[in-house]
T-cell receptor, first 111, second 117 residues
Framework: QQQVKQSPQSLIVQKGGISIINCAYE??????FPWYQQFPGKGPALLIA?????SEKKEGRFTISFNKSAKQFSLHIMDSQPGDSATYFC??????????FGTGTSLTVIP | ETGVTQSPTHLIKTRGQQVTLRCSSQ?????VSWYQQALGQGPQFIFQ???????GRGNFPPRFSGLQFPNYSSELNVNALELDDSALYLC????????????????FGEGSRLTVL
């Protein structure tokens, strides 16, 4: 059973546009929701993370929106750039020792 | 500051063989987690080691085993390899602290790509 469901599987956005990736979870014990970015041939790297006591967190062009009642969270990439082309994974954790990852979204930003 | 390093980067084995993958954690990190990433999928948690003890295990059979050494480096061993074990194996280190004070961030290595024929 997939603990964290992620959509879409792939996304194509024009340069300067907004990229939006969505995730949903069921386990209400999750209390840490990171987003990881992975380039081909590399390991995932933390992009931004949120805890459920806030509804939004912004870091530069990247924003996480969190809806605790709906058990959903999303990543917004503003002013998308070709260098943002990568695979993005949402994840969730409740204990600090077992992260559940989504299936990933392949983002392509067209110049 | 040295990041997470894994070896080997690529290897090919045949079904039934055994494999050992190695990981050196980032400086100052005492916790190592292993993840399996099948092609086109998200990482799946195998297990975590904290101070040389297993500290959580995902839904993987006992033929997946691990070790952590006093210098916090780690090994992942897989016995009786199956075709479905073909994947990228990722090691991640972290430094746990009080929940809320610690970001809980995982620092991943670049992985070991295992192909089982």
């Amino acid at each position: 059973q997939q603990q964290v469901k992620q959509s879409p599987q792939s996304l194509i956005v024009q340069k300067g546009g907004i990229s939006i990736i969505n995730c949903a979870y069921e386990n209400t014990a999750f209390d840490y929701f990171p987003w990881y970015q992975q380039f081909p041939g590399k390991g995932p790297a933390l992009l931004i993370a949120i805890r459920p006591d806030v509804s939004e967190k912004k870091e530069g062009r990247f924003t996480i929106s969190f809806n605790k009642s709906a058990k959903q969270f999303s990543l917004h990439i503003m002013d998308s750039q070709p260098g943002d082309s990568a695979t993005y994974f949402c994840a969730a954790d409740s204990t600090g020792n077992q992260f559940y990852f989504g299936t990933g979204t392949s983002l392509t930003v067209i110049p | 500051e040295t990041g997470v390093t894994q070896s080997p980067t690529h290897l090919i084995k045949t079904r039934g063989q055994q494999v050992t993958l190695r990981c050196s954690s980032q400086s100052g990190h005492n916790t190592v987690s292993w993840y399996q990433q099948a092609l086109g999928q998200g990482p799946q948690f195998i297990f975590q080691y904290y101070r040389e003890e297993e500290n959580g295990r995902g839904n993987f059979p006992p033929r997946f085993s691990g070790l952590q050494f006093p210098n916090y480096s780690s090994e992942l061993n897989v016995n009786a390899l199956e075709l479905d074990d073909s994947a990228l194996y990722l090691c991640a280190s972290s430094s746990p602290g009080r929940r809320g004070a610690n970001t809980g961030e995982l620092f991943f290595g670049e992985g070991s790509r295992l192909t089982v024929l």
